[in-house]
């Protein structure tokens, strides 16, 4: 039975990763920071299932005891401070842990000396102000937040060990992904979770920042079989993962309200409380080097991705107005 740990376990992709690998025969070792507001919500239908450890990115000597207590044979590192909004408040922390916690948890990896395969989770946001478009493995990075510079940081400290050290260590650089399970602060959620909370009439209004940004959005459970699908190669190597379209937050907006017969336009403002003072305009990948290493290619449109996200949120928030009254 394989071995593989996962930092970010009870985020979006490490929920979504764990059930993947879990039905692959996996031993799924979960790490979690110790504190008091662990939210195991995501991984409740799996948690007797996984191995669930204590360990921070922000502390070396936590990782160091973790890997050599567990040997993985995988380690899928989805753990950051990966809400770009907070990286602008919240700059040094984004750094200490989307950045050098990387370089730790390679320290570590490397210094346990025993085979074992590295999955960084690169992002679309290295690329930032785009130089070219699509983005490619080859695009030169530009990025527009703290986040976007912190990632291009920990990808390209996993190449530098990679090189130095001979180490089995890719990187994914995905590109927007959502699911029913993105957090709320993301701007996916807060739309399809406003879109329910209108029709059932719990609000009145839908507040968003910069409506022209594009991006090019996929499924996170498609995406994270690119992830061991990378690992399971015999070379290293980092990879986009995209589905190639562009979507802007206002189209979002439009096919979210009209899967509940709304026009967004009756309830949507823009408020500058919500724009970031360096924005991505356009981002789309090109996931070709993906399709032919790797066979991996995207089952889930936009619009199903929408539709099942909308569709989970009107189902939330009938059970919280239910609870309600």
């Not at 990025?143 to 089995?168: D, Q």
């Not at 924005?279 to 993906?290: C, H, M, P, S």
Request: proline share 3%; hydrophobic share 40%.
């Amino acid at each position: 039975m394989k071995r593989a740990l996962i930092t970010g376990l009870t985020g979006q992709d490490g929920s979504y990763l764990a059930e993947f690998l879990l039905a692959k025969g996996y031993h799924v070792i979960g790490m979690v920071r110790r504190t008091s507001t662990v939210n195991f919500e995501r991984i409740a239908h799996i948690q007797d299932d996984v191995e669930i450890v204590q360990g921070d990115l922000l502390d070396e000597t936590s990782l160091r005891h973790i890997l050599r207590h567990q040997q993985p044979d995988e380690i899928y590192n989805l753990a950051a401070q990966s809400f770009v909004q907070t990286s602008w408040q919240q700059a040094v922390l984004t750094g200490e842990t989307t950045a050098l916690g990387v370089t730790r948890l390679l320290n570590a990896m490397q210094e346990c000396d025993y085979d074992v395969r590295f999955y960084q989770a690169s992002s679309s946001e290295m690329f930032g102000k785009v130089v070219e478009v699509p983005q490619t493995e080859g695009t030169p990075f530009y990025p527009r937040s703290p986040y976007g510079a912190a990632k291009v940081y920990g990808h390209w400290i996993t190449v530098n060990f990679r090189e130095s050290y001979n180490l089995h260590a890719s990187s994914g650089i995905l590109f927007n992904h959502e699911s029913p399970r993105r957090g709320l602060e993301f701007v996916t959620r807060k739309i399809t979770y406003h879109v329910a909370r209108i029709k059932h009439g719990l609000a009145t209004e839908l507040r968003l920042g910069d409506l022209d940004p594009r991006r090019d959005w996929g499924f996170a459970g498609d995406y994270v079989e690119a992830m061991w699908l990378m690992l399971q190669q015999d070379r290293p190597d980092d990879y986009v993962i995209a589905t190639g379209e562009t979507h802007s937050v206002q189209e979002f907006c439009e096919l979210a309200f009209s899967q509940v017969d709304l026009n967004w336009r009756d309830w949507v403002l823009q408020d500058e409380r919500f724009m970031r003072p360096a924005e991505v305009d356009l981002l789309i990948g090109d996931a070709t080097k993906a399709r032919e290493v790797l066979a991996w290619q995207p089952r889930t449109s936009f619009r199903e991705l929408v539709a099942m996200m909308v569709e989970s949120d009107m189902e939330l928030v009938g059970r919280q107005r239910r609870q309600l009254a």
